[in-house]
């Protein structure tokens, strides 16, 4: 599942990047996705960590390139290293909740499932407007389905699908996911 998670840079057709949210989309980090995407990944990761060296943490940027130097990292430590820094030394910027739900995937992916939960609480209670809400409601349930807390999923997707707009793959997801759920876990009953 890391390995997959980690090539998803390289894997996904470029006009898909630039539609998720959860992806870097300035030009310049969106050309570095690129060159990972074109097989060049060696080269992505030596412009990202020029760009890394050559900038401040306190720019404006630094969140997005250490976010953009994770999704292209070369392992799953690195990947982790990098989305943690993020969350932690800039919670302010518009990566921090982005990062937690690439944290909670990584978790996920490595079994770890109250990691998962737990980045996804704190998703939820830190970042409630977020853009990738619903993604980390989806994650979330996934990973508290797991956990056999079934109040819980079901709680995170009734949420997530208050909050899914015109992604239909995403809510199909939830939707299918959601039938695990007794008939009281509505997007209307959660507020």
Excluded at 76 to 104: N, Y
Aim: net charge negative; aromatic share 6%.
């Amino acid at each position: 599942m890391i390995s997959r998670f980690l090539s998803l840079a390289v894997l996904l057709p470029a006009a898909l990047v630039a539609q998720d949210p959860a992806m870097p989309s300035s030009p310049r980090f969106v050309a570095i996705l690129q060159l990972a995407q074109d097989g060049r990944a060696d080269s992505a990761r030596a412009t990202i960590g020029g760009i890394l060296t050559a900038i401040a943490p306190s720019d404006a940027d630094y969140p997005e390139a250490l976010y953009t130097a994770a999704t292209i990292a070369s392992s799953g430590e690195e990947a982790r290293l990098l989305f943690s820094r993020v969350a932690v030394e800039h919670p302010q910027s518009a990566w921090a909740d982005k990062a937690l739900l690439r944290l909670a995937q990584l978790d996920f992916g490595t079994g770890d499932t109250e990691g998962a939960v737990n980045r996804v609480r704190r998703l939820m209670a830190d970042y409630p407007q977020s853009n990738v809400l619903a993604s980390a409601a989806l994650w979330g349930a996934r990973a508290a389905f797991e956990r056999k807390d079934d109040a819980q999923a079901c709680e995170w997707l009734a949420r997530g699908l208050t909050r899914v707009e015109n992604n239909v793959e995403l809510r199909n997801q939830m939707e299918i996911a959601r039938h695990r759920c007794s008939g009281d876990a509505s997007p209307e009953a959660v507020s």
